[in-house]
């Protein structure tokens, strides 16, 4: 019988506090001795490294990065996901394939977001997303200039706001606001995700 297990992911536009909350998520939930595994996009593996290269380079082709993208995720959701779900992991991810169907076909005309849907085909959905959402221009006004990536300006990053709001309501995504203060935001998260645990019928030991 496979075990109960929960694939969370957090997704919203650069700056949003993907990264943040997912740590802080998974150390609140490590405290009720569940089994929690965290991982992020792009992967660790040689996939992903790559990508995180590419990232920087605005030389490269919109559709080349789609592709990598998918290649990443497939074998980060085969080679690490999928065998920890197996074993009745939650599994928290800082971004998934939201992140790649909203860029990607946001980053130019040719690239429509049913393809990149069927180029990530292989990749299953998450039982939650979490979608926090912030101002574009308070989301880069908390990283340093140099370190900006090629999706990272106001312009490009007010479409794919508009383009997350409009799937979160679309799918029913849970949907945050970020400009509060870190424990209030990561409460929130908490409240949602507890409640996916107890629908999942995993257990949960009182601290």
């Not at 559709?63 to 990598?68: E, P, Q, V």
């Not at 029913?172 to 629908?199: A, C, P, R």
């Amino acid at each position: 019988m496979p075990q109960k297990s929960l694939f969370i992911v957090l997704e919203g536009i650069d700056g949003s506090g993907t990264t943040t909350h997912s740590k802080l998520l998974y150390g609140f939930l490590k405290m009720f001795d569940l089994k929690v595994h965290l991982t992020q996009e792009p992967s660790n593996n040689e996939i992903g490294l790559l990508l995180r290269k590419f990232l920087k380079n605005k030389e490269i082709p919109p559709s080349t990065d789609a592709l990598m993208f998918a290649a990443d995720r497939d074998l980060h959701y085969k080679s690490e996901i999928k065998p920890k779900l197996d074993q009745g992991y939650i599994v928290i991810s800082d971004r998934y394939l939201e992140s790649s169907l909203i860029y990607q076909s946001l980053q130019s005309e040719d690239i429509s977001l049913d393809w990149v849907k069927v180029i990530n085909k292989y990749a299953p959905p998450p039982d939650l997303t979490i979608i926090l959402d912030i101002d574009p221009k308070i989301s880069l006004s908390r990283k340093m200039q140099e370190s900006l990536e090629k999706f990272e300006d106001t312009t490009f990053l007010d479409r794919v706001r508009e383009l997350y709001l409009s799937r979160a309501k679309t799918n029913g995504y849970h949907l945050i606001n970020t400009d509060d203060i870190i424990e209030i935001v990561q409460g929130k998260i908490q409240k949602i995700v507890f409640q996916s645990i107890k629908n999942k019928g995993l257990e949960i030991k009182n601290k």
